[in-house]
């Protein structure tokens, strides 16, 4: 009996596994709000950042902008005016997670996971799920990724 059971526990615990890994690389397009990107929300103060993140390895005041400053973490910056963030920009290496999705960070995975764009530009291409847009900057003579940039509507 005390077999079954551990065979039982063997079994389910890697059913559960399996339904994680699925669920962490869907091929499906994610059409769902963006509540978070790479653990951020755009409705973050600079206090819930440094809590998720811990503090930056610097910041900078934007010299043009009074009370515009970025906080540098590896491979991320995050933008704010004020206490409120304005937009998040991302090393475009490896794979950035919405939602708890991981996202390829390159064109094709992004029209694979994220769907078509909903605005192709001259510099990348944007994503949009309700109020909050994804762009991924694209080199213009290359056509290689560069960075992407998680933003509000609002901030267009």
Known sequence: MMRVIMILT????DMFALTASAEKHSAEPIHTEWSEVNGISIYDSREAVVEKLGEPERISQDE????VETYHYE?????????QMQYVDMEASGVLTINRIEVGMTEREMRRQLGEPAY???DGIVFQRGDMLLKLFLDGDT???????YYHVAIV
């Open 10 to 13: 063997l079994l389910l615990g």
């Open 64 to 67: 043009h902008l009074p009370g």
């Open 75 to 83: 491979a991320m910056s995050i933008t704010f005016q004020g206490n």
């Open 120 to 122: 192709e530009a001259e």
């Open 143 to 149: 056509g290689a990724p560069q960075y992407v940039s």
